[in-house]
């Protein structure tokens, strides 16, 4: 009972204020908390850690945004991506919400419900919630893990705890879902009026079960590269079973105005979410589909002929980085692009838009599309309209020619993520459909027993992404297309001949206005086969994974790239040296390196300063020093 007021005392404020402030769910606003395991129910601790785990905009700024989706490229930005963290961002998140929140409440209710089970005190349903407790708990904890790296798996035991290696997270994870997942007896459900505790699935106890063996398909691969055998028993088992396979099946959330955990988890005003170099690169070319027949007559005068890469300025625009179009301004729209592409992420200029997004509000910085290049004394060279032009600026360091650029990192003249992500009226997604095809295309690439063809899956996949941006009018012709995007990669997957090294594209000069070729190469990615393979299956499925998980799963996104190196990811701009990136330099920036990218998220230095035993334990645990660029267990290493 010791250990059961401990928990009941350790989530009874965090659960009081999310529940207060969710109108949605004003019938729980009841104490819930009884000093008798038997007068607790379980069923609000539940719902207290999924909503928690939502995210409030305070920590969806700071983690998903911030850390997650700028790791993920995902969106344009600095911090995290360039080797730099934040102390209270990682503060809020893993203590104050985690720790003492999320993981807390989940945990509280496992224990009420084996406090009940124990005592007999308990609804005929119970055990199936603490099945349905256990595998919203695997979640959270390799969250928190894929993150920073070891945790304290028993740390709810007791305080200063120590902390588990991600191998030992990774097999009590696999472990718990297997368990629960085999556990839940489906012959006793849990009672329709308990569904508005679970704003996931209701407590719909079959799709329980196909999570869970969803997330076991989706950590089996995390294990891919450092343990192939572990990882094929455990994949071939979950997806010999039940799992996500139709959208009536997504783990999801629906979000909504306010600011308590259920506000979506990218309405900020304040954050522009620009186009990342990264998904440019993908985007462009890829299928072969033309921006003509996407888009209405109103924007053709604004497509720029096949094969343009745009005007070169090269005295303004960033060109220490692997990314293939440093250096160029596209002064339009790309003559062909992947259709989820305009559906995502909206045109500069195109205030006609109803996913034209205007924030920040209290400025016109959204809708001004006019701005300048400088030269070097500060007056104006060039002043340039960027409505209806496609651009992503790479992250990094600039340099002088930042100062004289006011134009590549704008609110106006860069694409800029759709309104109905940013309004509070998504759902917010943690497990679709696709992602289910693209592991059993990824395990059928590695020869593993999958039940339907890698090609099969792969297709299958690409075609739930496209019904769920709604261009499925152009997916026979997607599936179809050999052309290369800008990264060297086609969609066909009986396509696998390799680009050539480089293809000619004609620009214009922007100081002097002459047109001419030059060769763009098609970037080397280091991290995967020694840069010497850009087209092979495993690149395709890992590249529709990446754009098909855009904007809900960047830490998943991360993590691929963490584990595999794919996709290509451009290396930051080197202008002048990052500071917390030593390793890139002008003279090595042409090639890919796990240096060049961050890895984990530095633990809080309130861990350190409050239980240096155990902090010394996850570092040692770690097998590196807690810094950014320290690669987890399941990561690449070189």
């Not at 539940?46 to 700024?61: F, K």
């Not at 990669?489 to 070729?517: I, L, Q």
């Amino acid at each position: 009972m010791k250990t059961l007021n401990k928990y009941l005392a350790a989530t009874a404020l965090t659960a009081t204020m999310l529940f207060s402030s969710c109108s949605k769910f004003d019938e729980i606003n009841e104490n819930p908390f009884g000093a008798r395991s038997h007068q607790v129910q379980v069923e609000y601790f539940i719902n207290n850690s999924i909503i928690g785990a939502q995210m409030d905009p305070h920590i969806a700024e700071r983690i998903y945004v911030l850390y997650w989706m700028t790791a993920g490229h995902f969106s344009y930005g600095g911090g995290i991506s360039v080797g730099t963290h934040n102390d209270g961002w990682s503060t809020d998140y893993f203590s104050k919400s985690y720790m003492a929140g999320w993981l807390s409440a989940i945990n509280s209710a496992i224990d009420v419900a084996d406090s009940q089970l124990s005592s007999g005190n308990m609804k005929e349903y119970t055990q199936n919630l603490k099945q349905v407790a256990r595998i919203w708990r695997a979640y959270l904890m390799s969250e928190i893990a894929d993150t920073y790296g070891p945790i304290p798996i028993l740390g709810f035991k007791g305080e200063n705890p120590v902390y588990n290696s991600v191998e030992e997270v990774y097999d009590f994870i696999l472990k718990e879902l297997k368990e629960a997942e085999a556990t839940i007896d489906l012959g006793t459900p849990i009672p329709n009026d308990l569904s508005k505790f679970d704003p996931a699935y209701g407590y719909n106890l079959e799709m329980w079960k196909k999570y869970a063996n969803s997330l076991r398909m989706r950590y089996a691969m995390r294990l891919s590269e450092v343990n192939p055998t572990r990882a094929r028993s455990e994949f071939e088992d979950a997806v010999s079973k039940s799992y996500i396979s139709n959208f009536s099946e997504t783990f999801k959330v629906e979000e909504r105005p306010g600011w308590d955990p259920l506000s979506g988890v990218m309405t900020r005003e304040w954050n522009p979410f620009m186009l990342s170099a990264t998904l440019n690169t993908l985007y462009q070319g890829l299928g072969g589909i033309r921006s003509q027949d996407q888009l209405s007559p109103t924007y053709h005068t604004y497509i720029k002929p096949e094969g343009y890469v745009g005007v070169y300025y090269p005295n303004h625009f960033a060109t220490a980085t692997n990314y293939p179009t440093a250096g160029y301004f596209l002064d339009g729209l790309p003559n062909k692009i992947d259709p989820r592409a305009y559906k995502a992420f909206v045109i500069p200029g195109d205030f006609s838009n109803p996913e034209f997004n205007s924030y920040p509000s209290w400025t016109n910085d959204a809708r001004t599309t006019e701005r300048n290049l400088l030269n070097v004394n500060g007056t104006i060279f060039k002043t340039i309209d960027a409505a209806f032009t496609w651009n992503a600026p790479v992250n990094g360091a600039w340099g002088d020619k930042g100062a004289k650029n006011q134009l590549a990192v704008y609110e106006g003249t860069v694409p800029r993520l759709a309104n109905k992500f940013r309004n509070n009226t998504a759902e917010r997604i943690f497990f679709a459909p696709w992602e289910s095809n693209f592991l059993i295309a990824e395990a059928a690439v590695r020869g593993w027993n999958v039940p339907k063809s890698g090609q099969q899956a792969y297709e299958d996949g690409i075609a739930q992404s496209f019904e769920y941006w709604g261009v499925s009018s152009f997916l026979a012709d997607y599936l179809n297309s050999t052309e290369y995007n800008m990264a060297g990669t086609s969609v066909a997957w009986t396509h696998m001949a390799e680009p050539p090294a480089t293809h000619t594209m004609s620009y214009v000069d922007g100081e002097t206005g002459a047109t001419g070729t030059v060769e763009i190469k098609y970037p080397d990615n280091h991290l995967y086969q020694n840069g010497q393979v850009k087209n092979d299956l495993l690149t395709k499925v890992i590249t529709q994974k990446f754009i098909a998980q855009v904007p809900w799963l960047p830490l998943e996104a991360w993590s691929d790239h963490r584990r595999l190196g794919l996709p290509f990811f451009e290396n930051p701009a080197v202008e002048i040296n990052l500071t917390n990136m030593p390793h890139l330099n002008p003279g090595n920036v042409m090639q890919a390196d796990i240096k060049n990218f961050p890895q984990r998220v530095k633990y809080p230095s309130s861990i350190s300063n409050a239980n240096p035993a155990g902090y010394q334990s996850a570092v040692s645990a770690l097998g590196g020093p807690d810094e950014v660029l320290t690669p987890l267990w399941w990561a690449k290493k070189n």
